[in-house]
């Protein structure tokens, strides 16, 4: 689990969608900078396009309602999209290419979701098996801290009572 989207979701809270964005972005480039890349940047992009499908929605919906119900809907929507996409888009294109990057068989990366859940038996079933529960997990997991966290940073912060 990465808690690292937390001061991304703070920051678009705090700023606003742009500014949400532009941190995941900085986020992934000072990881970049600082640890390289072990998946020739596939693993980076990743990071940065599902990352964006949860900040999105949570920041902009907050924004349009400033208020702890809104942050609620926003960062469920927040989750939800992420956990829809990030498994299309590892279906389509992460898993396929991580195959190929670490000349790993595809059917050997099935095999793995198999041991776990023994009706996986395509990369589809892999993403909506394995890939949706850990989004869903990271979701909720970043969206209580998250909510926690808000109010505590954003009072020293921006001076708000």
């Known amino acids: 689990l990465d ?14 969608p742009s500014a949400g964005v532009t941190c995941l972005a900085l986020k992934v480039l000072l990881k970049l900078l600082l640890q390289g890349t072990t998946t020739a940047f596939v693993g980076d992009l990743a990071n940065f396009v599902v990352g964006t ?32 996409f990030g498994s299309l888009f590892n279906a389509v294109y992460l898993i396929p290419e ?3 990057l670490f000349k ?45 966290l808000y109010k505590h940073v954003a009072r020293p912060l921006f001076r708000e009572k």
């Open 3 to 16: 808690f690292s989207e937390i001061h991304v979701l703070l920051c678009g809270f705090f700023l606003g």
């Open 53 to 84: 499908t949860l900040v999105l929605p949570a920041v902009v919906i907050y924004h349009l309602h400033k208020s702890k119900k809104s942050a609620l809907v926003g960062l469920v929507l927040g989750t939800l999209c992420m956990a829809v």
């Open 104 to 148: 790993l068989p595809l059917e050997a990366i099935i095999a793995m979701g198999a041991a776990i859940y023994p009706a996986i038996d395509s990369v589809n079933k892999l993403a909506l098996l394995c890939v949706v529960p850990l989004n869903i997990v990271k979701g909720a997991m970043v969206s209580i801290l998250t909510m926690l």
């Open 98 to 100: 991580f195959s190929r």
